[in-house]
């Protein structure tokens, strides 16, 4: 079946600018994490879902990091005025009720300029 | 503080051989671990996992070892293989949260295998 699915793949955002990131999990599974990954870095935890609840909101780094899942099934994660430090690979990942283990979609990059 | 430590960045083996990827974490409170395996441009990609109250899980070439007093685990792959070249993560979580069952990653290392 198909896996989970994120895009944009890579983006590219001036300094200030917002951001909106997309996933679209596994058909079925009821919790879905963000992750962000730094390079050379592990990808480590933001925010987790389950279903249209958000459960979990302690990794996100500042008040400018919001996302939603409204329907229970695709997420939007949402950076506002971007910054450089935001630049990284984020992760999507999902997973059938009982939380393990979790599939993660391919990521997107971010660059901020 | 790292609480899921991988220390070796990389690791080069040769073909057929065994590779053995290492893994200490500091919480005592983790009791789910897994591995993912990562290529480049691609998202992490589930191994092969371990609940705490196993000592060793095998799947095919893929054997993971669980050491709870010394917190540490281990991923055996045998006999490797050149596909096998990819960063390997360890991820740990705590199973039965009532919430989020996040993964705590470590930082990765890298195995080459050579032909």
């Known amino acids: 079946g198909a896996g989970v699915s994120q895009s944009p793949r890579y983006k590219v955002a001036k300094r200030g600018q917002d951001v909106a990131l997309r996933c679209d999990p596994i058909?079925?599974?009821?919790?879905l994490f963000w992750y962000q990954q730094a390079l050379g870095q592990g990808p480590e935890f933001l925010t987790y879902?389950?279903?249209?609840?958000?459960?979990?909101k302690s990794g996100l780094p500042s008040d400018r990091f919001f996302a939603e899942r409204p329907e229970g099934s695709v997420s939007t994660l949402k950076i506002q005025r971007t910054q450089q430090e935001d630049s990284a690979v984020y992760l999507c990942?999902?997973?059938?009720?009982?939380?393990?283990?979790?599939?993660f979609g391919p990521g997107t990059r971010l660059t901020v300029t | 503080d790292q609480q899921v430590k991988q220390n070796s960045p990389s690791l080069s083996v040769q073909e057929g051989r065994i590779s053995i990827l290492n893994c200490d974490y500091t919480?005592?409170?983790?009791?789910?671990f897994l591995w993912y395996k990562k290529y480049p441009a691609e998202g992490p990609t589930f191994l092969i996992s371990i609940s705490s109250i196993k000592d060793k899980n095998e799947d095919g070439r893929f054997t993971v070892f669980l050491n709870k007093s010394a917190k540490h685990l281990s991923l055996h792959i045998v006999p490797s293989q050149p596909g096998d070249s990819a960063v390997y993560f360890c991820a740990a979580s705590r199973i039965g949260q009532g919430g989020s069952e996040k993964l705590v990653f470590g930082k990765g290392t890298k195995l080459t295998v050579n032909p």
């Open positions: 058909s079925g599974h009821v919790s």
């Open positions: 879902f389950q279903n249209e609840a958000q459960l979990d």
């Open positions: 990942a999902s997973s059938s009720p009982g939380g393990q283990p979790q599939y």
């Open positions: 919480n005592s409170m983790f009791d789910y």
